[in-house]
């Protein structure tokens, strides 16, 4: 009789190291790097796989705030991929400058644009048009003006964030900074606004 309850408290000690071994290394147990490695890059892949909208960046960000400074982020951050090691850097540098729900939303890089083109694209002829186009350009750039803008943006067909300055290059054919802006605030001047 003593064999078999020997045999049975073998089985039970086993069996339960066995299962919090598996427990650590499937990831369950929170606080740890298996843990927090396993929710970084399923925060990380719904960025990708969402493309980046403000909401899955917002989370990612919250998230590597809670985690930083632990051992268990450090030693989860190394065992990430380059690309997923750069998702997370671009997401926390951009998080820095803006609020946390802001860090991946384009609305004012869509915004500027659409306007962009409205203003390069307008007729000749059309000047009151043109003046709507580069008022509403001007009431853009001042309701932005103190505020902070992410320094990269998400390209969905990349699936990667890549600088603003070559965001706004690929929205217009390769042109940015004097090269694209001069043209549209010569437009906006001779329709007597500066948008400056």
């Not at 694209?180 to 001047?189: D, F």
Request: a positive charge; charged letters at 30%; hydrophobic letters at 35%.
């Amino acid at each position: 009789m003593s064999a078999a309850l020997l045999g049975a408290a073998v089985l039970c000690c086993c069996s339960s190291s066995s299962t919090s071994a598996g427990a650590f290394f499937g990831g369950f147990i929170p606080g740890t790097s298996q843990y927090v490695l396993k929710k970084m890059k399923k925060l990380i892949q719904i960025v990708i796989s969402l493309d980046a909208t403000p909401e899955s960046c917002e989370n990612l960000y919250k998230y590597m705030k809670e985690t930083k400074g632990t051992s268990a982020a450090e030693s989860a951050v190394q065992s990430l991929s380059e690309n997923e090691k750069t998702i997370l850097e671009r997401v926390y540098d951009i998080g820095r400058g803006v609020a946390p729900e802001k860090i991946c939303d384009k609305s004012v890089a869509y915004s500027t644009i659409r306007l962009f083109k409205k203003v390069q694209n307008a007729p000749k002829g059309e000047e009151r048009q043109l003046s709507v186009y580069c008022n509403e350009l001007k009431d853009l750039g001042n309701e932005n003006k103190d505020k902070r803008h992410p320094i990269y943006y998400w390209d969905e067909s990349k699936k990667e964030f890549i600088r603003d300055r070559e965001y706004m290059k690929n929205a217009f054919d390769g042109k940015s900074g004097p090269e694209l802006e001069g043209p549209i605030i010569n437009k906006c001047m001779e329709a007597g606004i500066n948008i400056r």
